[in-house]
């Protein structure tokens, strides 16, 4: 948008990933015309702007992570990287008009519930306020880098830095690299960085299960195919949603089911590391699924390479010439590289959502022994305030996009209904939140992420505030059904 100053909306979205894009476009579509789109960077695309680290890509093939509404029969492969996804999600925002309502550089810091206006009161880091009716916080549920606190790292002489903020301005050549963390990043960029590499350390405190990696460029045939009989993408996108629905079987329901995958991983680490001790230090002892499952073919390969050790002794302290294990070795570093991970199960800093009564939202979901929502898109106490990928929405097995999907049409019937009833505030019922709460809790018991691993998934407390329990078709179906009662209406 132009330079000139905006002083108030009646739709305010946050955030121009999947969710704050997807989000605009439907407003739109649905002939909303005062709407807002706040961006803290110059370009949309959110996670997949954010990472670009070497080989980062998308573990959900590309026909199926990408919005219903806009197939794009151009997906050079099965799994594209972050450039394709980024600039599919820059074309959709383009070709749906979203663009020129996007403010670029516009950072929110802090947003407070004006309770005798029932408006927000959005403030950016340019300074830039803005009166809004209502927010759709589009922030990503994995943008918060962690970097742990790891003693000594401030004496570290060379460069240190986390996967999604990559320095490409230093050269990794011949250079003795330790890489902390063995996650769906590190496992993506090791394979790149370990050719060049003079030495790669790999410091893994829990073995992933990695799986293989069913990824190809798409044929020319295939694009032509997708592009001149769009029903054939539809088929294919059907394929791929069912086929990764019916794996949630052994995640929500029957772990048991998960000892075929462990089969599976075992013989794909049996394929690529001959060494007896390096095959038992990479076989994690839980069920597949716990954590999250990553798919690689490369990743064992370059594990198994001359110039890679993989160090599982622990970290003592950082010092300035590398890092000393708790076996007491000193591994000389040149660079370290967090593979560390997101603030996932604890959003949003202190400071950013205050609502009714100026609290804030740390505060309220401290008091609830971690983040929740209903549906995971209102929070009480926080009225005309929707969260996209809000807590207890993630899956394990299947596309956040379809997700998104049923969230952003939730929100839209609650708009709508907001109008038909000239309310100016919506505020879900506490009651109604701690009920779908407890019920999701109770439908967590049984899943794959309650078998007893530590995972991102769980908050300090051990309370999964990330995941939804079920299939995610049993999501989409709840989101379709809206229930005003649910709401309180001024
Ligand atoms: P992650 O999966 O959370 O992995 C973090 C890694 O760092 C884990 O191995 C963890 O060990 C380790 N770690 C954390 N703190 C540590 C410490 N103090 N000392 C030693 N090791 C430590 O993070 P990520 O790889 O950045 O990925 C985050 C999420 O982003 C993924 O799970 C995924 O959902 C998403 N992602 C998606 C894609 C995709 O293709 N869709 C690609 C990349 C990332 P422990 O296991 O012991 O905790």
Same mark, same amino acid.
């Given at each position: 948008?132009?330079?000139?100053?905006?002083?108030?909306?009646?739709?305010?979205?946050?955030?121009?990933?999947?969710?704050?894009?997807?989000?605009?476009?439907?407003?739109?579509?649905?002939?909303?015309?005062?709407?807002?789109?706040?961006?803290?960077?110059?370009?949309?695309?959110?996670?997949?702007?954010?990472? @670009?680290?070497?080989?980062?890509?998308?573990?959900?093939?590309?026909?199926?992570?990408?919005?219903?509404?806009?197939?794009?029969?151009?997906?050079?492969?099965?799994?594209?990287?972050?450039?394709?996804?980024?600039?599919?999600?820059?074309?959709?925002?383009?070709?749906?008009?979203?663009?020129?309502?996007?403010?670029?550089?516009?950072?929110?810091?802090?947003?407070?519930?004006?309770?005798?206006?029932?408006?927000?009161?959005?403030?950016?880091?340019?300074?830039?306020?803005?009166?809004?009716?209502?927010?759709?916080?589009?922030?990503?549920?994995?943008?918060?880098?962690?970097?742990?606190?790891?003693?000594?790292?401030?004496?570290?002489?060379?460069?240190?830095?986390?996967?999604?903020?990559?320095?490409?301005?230093?050269?990794?050549?011949?250079?003795?690299?330790?890489?902390?963390?063995?996650?769906?990043?590190?496992?993506?960029?090791?394979?790149?960085?370990?050719?060049?590499?003079?030495?790669?350390?790999?410091?893994?405190? @829990?073995?992933?299960?990695?799986?293989?990696?069913?990824?190809?460029?798409?044929?020319?045939?295939?694009?032509?195919?997708?592009?001149?009989?769009?029903?054939?993408?539809?088929?294919?996108?059907?394929?791929?949603?069912?086929?990764?629905?019916?794996?949630?079987?052994?995640?929500?329901?029957?772990?048991?089911?998960?000892?075929?995958?462990?089969?599976?991983?075992?013989?794909?680490?049996?394929?690529?590391?001959?060494?007896?001790?390096?095959?038992?230090?990479?076989?994690?002892?839980?069920?597949?699924?716990?954590?999250?499952?990553?798919?690689?073919?490369?990743?064992?390969?370059?594990?198994?390479?001359?110039?890679?050790?993989?160090?599982?002794?622990?970290?003592?302290?950082?010092?300035?010439?590398?890092?000393?294990?708790?076996?007491?070795?000193?591994?000389?570093?040149?660079?370290?590289?967090?593979?560390?991970?997101?603030?996932?199960?604890?959003?949003?800093?202190?400071?950013?959502?205050?609502?009714?009564?100026?609290?804030?939202?740390?505060? /309220?979901?401290?008091?609830?022994?971690?983040?929740?929502?209903?549906?995971?898109?209102? /929070?009480?106490?926080?009225?005309?305030?929707?969260?996209?990928?809000?807590?207890?929405?993630?899956?394990?097995?299947?596309?956040?996009?379809?997700?998104?999907?049923?969230?952003?049409?939730?929100?839209?019937?609650?708009?709508?209904?907001?109008?038909?009833?000239?309310?100016?505030?919506?505020?879900?019922?506490?009651?109604?939140?701690?009920?779908?709460?407890?019920?999701?809790?109770?439908?967590?018991?049984?899943?794959?992420?309650?078998?007893?691993?530590?995972?991102?998934?769980?908050?300090?407390?051990?309370?999964?505030?990330?995941?939804?329990?079920?299939?995610?078709?049993?999501?989409?179906?709840?989101?379709?059904?809206?229930?005003?009662?649910?709401?309180?209406?001024?």
């Amino acid at each position: 948008m132009g330079s000139e100053a905006l002083d108030s909306v009646e739709v305010a979205v946050v955030g121009t990933g999947f969710g704050g894009i997807g989000m605009a476009v439907q407003l739109l579509e649905a002939g909303y015309r005062d709407i807002a789109v706040f961006e803290k960077a110059d370009r949309v695309g959110g996670t997949w702007r954010e990472n @670009t680290y070497p080989g980062c890509a998308c573990d959900v093939p590309s026909h199926l992570y990408s919005f219903s509404f806009a197939p794009n029969p151009n997906w050079s492969r099965m799994f594209s990287g972050w450039r394709e996804i980024r600039d599919y999600i820059e074309d959709v925002a383009r070709r749906y008009g979203v663009m020129d309502r996007i403010w670029f550089g516009h950072e929110l810091t802090a947003a407070r519930f004006d309770e005798a206006t029932s408006l927000w009161h959005l403030n950016f880091s340019n300074g830039a306020t803005v009166k809004a009716r209502y927010v759709v916080a589009g922030l990503g549920p994995l943008h918060e880098p962690v970097v742990p606190d790891l003693p000594g790292l401030k004496d570290f002489k060379g460069p240190a830095f986390h996967s999604a903020q990559w320095r490409h301005d230093v050269d990794l050549a011949g250079k003795r690299i330790a890489v902390i963390g063995t996650g769906a990043s590190a496992i993506q960029f090791v394979p790149q960085i370990a050719p060049a590499a003079g030495q790669v350390d790999l410091y893994q405190r @829990t073995p992933p299960w990695v799986m293989p990696k069913p990824d190809r460029d798409v044929t020319a045939f295939e694009k032509w195919m997708f592009r001149t009989l769009p029903f054939t993408q539809r088929l294919w996108r059907y394929w791929q949603y069912w086929t990764y629905e019916m794996r949630g079987i052994g995640f929500v329901r029957r772990p048991s089911f998960m000892e075929r995958a462990r089969k599976m991983g075992v013989e794909h680490i049996a394929e690529h590391i001959g060494d007896p001790e390096l095959r038992a230090k990479v076989t994690p002892d839980y069920l597949p699924g716990c954590k999250r499952i990553l798919i690689a073919n490369d990743y064992y390969p370059a594990l198994a390479r001359d110039n890679v050790s993989l160090v599982t002794e622990g970290i003592d302290r950082i010092t300035a010439e590398g890092i000393i294990g708790k076996d007491g070795v000193l591994r000389p570093a040149d660079v370290i590289i967090f593979g560390t991970g997101f603030e996932a199960a604890e959003p949003f800093h202190r400071g950013l959502f205050a609502g009714v009564g100026g609290r804030d939202i740390k505060d /309220v979901w401290a008091e609830k022994g971690g983040a929740e929502a209903y549906k995971g898109v209102a /929070v009480a106490g926080f009225p005309n305030l929707f969260l996209l990928a809000g807590p207890n929405t993630g899956l394990g097995n299947n596309s956040i996009v379809f997700i998104l999907e049923a969230q952003i049409g939730y929100i839209l019937d609650c708009l709508a209904e907001a109008k038909a009833r000239r309310a100016g505030r919506i505020e879900v019922t506490d009651t109604r939140q701690t009920v779908y709460n407890a019920e999701i809790q109770e439908m967590m018991k049984r899943t794959i992420w309650m078998t007893g691993c530590n995972s991102w998934y769980l908050n300090a407390n051990g309370k999964n505030t990330t995941i939804w329990p079920g299939f995610s078709l049993q999501y989409h179906l709840r989101m379709k059904e809206f229930e005003a009662a649910d709401y309180r209406w001024s």
